[in-house]
């Protein structure tokens, strides 16, 4: 990494600098491995705030954030375990600088659970914001922290697998090793099956929700919208909460 010329002016004072005052000038970061190869890690005393593949990450981070980088001796507690198994609640996140909008977008992409998707529509219903369905693709695309946010579990309603900050096949690559089943979803897009029910249970949901997912295929049946599995008598379910992922 090349030299930071304000790191080497603090450098140079002949008094310590006051505790804290690079936290508040300055990001740490470490190389760390993900599932998709070796990552840059950034982050302050506020948590994790931008997570970009090992090569060009000083660049990008330096263009976006505007702030010089210290190496750090270790990761932050519970990094490395979350980029492991997908699952990262426990980890703190540095979202300053991002909008209201921007950080509901985010919050809502961090519930949908490893080897689940949703439509960027439900995102959008999920915030309050419905119409906004664009937006939220711009959110996603923008998002600082991949994986940790996991923006790769929001898909098209028409089973394709959508953009991504680190490209499409890697997208696809994250969702296999997670367990979802993207050629399953693209047949049942083919077949305009955006929604299962189960005639056992009265619930539909979203087909990779764990509670579809066990339906057995004599009591499986398929919906294009939620408000056609209510007239058929079904409610959604309250986990993966469907009534909020229309298709348009």
């Known amino acids: 990494m090349t030299e930071d010329r304000l790191l080497t002016g603090l450098a140079a004072l002949a008094a310590d600098a006051p505790d804290g005052l690079l936290d508040r000038i300055a990001a740490r970061w470490v190389s760390v491995p993900g599932p998709i190869g070796k990552l840059g890690v950034a982050f302050t005393d506020q948590g994790v705030a931008y997570v970009h593949p090992g090569e060009g990450f000083a660049e990008a981070f330096r263009a976006r954030f505007g702030r010089p980088l210290l190496p750090a001796a270790r990761p932050p507690a519970g990094l490395v375990p979350a980029l492991r198994t997908g699952r990262s609640s426990g980890v703190r996140l540095d979202l300053r600088g991002l909008s209201g909008f921007q950080r509901d977008v985010l919050e809502a992409a961090r519930t949908i659970p490893r080897g689940e998707v949703r439509p960027y529509s439900w995102i959008a219903a999920q915030i309050g914001r419905p119409k906004a369905v664009r937006a939220v693709g711009t959110a996603l695309g923008?998002?600082?922290?991949?994986?940790?946010?996991?923006?790769?579990?929001?898909?098209?309603?028409?089973?394709?697998?959508?953009?991504?900050?680190?490209?499409?096949?890697?997208?696809?690559?994250?969702?296999?090793?997670?367990?979802a089943d993207l050629e399953w979803l693209r047949e049942l897009a083919g077949e305009r099956v955006f929604y299962l029910a189960s005639d056992?249970?009265?619930?539909?949901?979203?087909?990779?929700?764990?509670?579809?997912?066990?339906?057995?295929?004599?009591?499986?049946?398929g919906f294009r919208s939620v408000a056609q599995a209510k007239a058929a008598g079904y409610r959604p379910c309250r986990t993966c909460k469907p009534a909020q992922g229309l298709v348009g």
């Open 142 to 179: 923008n998002n600082p922290v991949p994986l940790l946010i996991p923006c790769h579990r929001v898909t098209r309603s028409d089973g394709a697998v959508g953009d991504y900050v680190f490209g499409a096949a890697a997208k696809e690559r994250l969702l296999l090793a997670e367990g």
């Open 200 to 221: 056992t249970t009265g619930v539909v949901c979203f087909p990779t929700c764990h509670n579809a997912r066990r339906i057995t295929p004599g009591h499986r049946h």
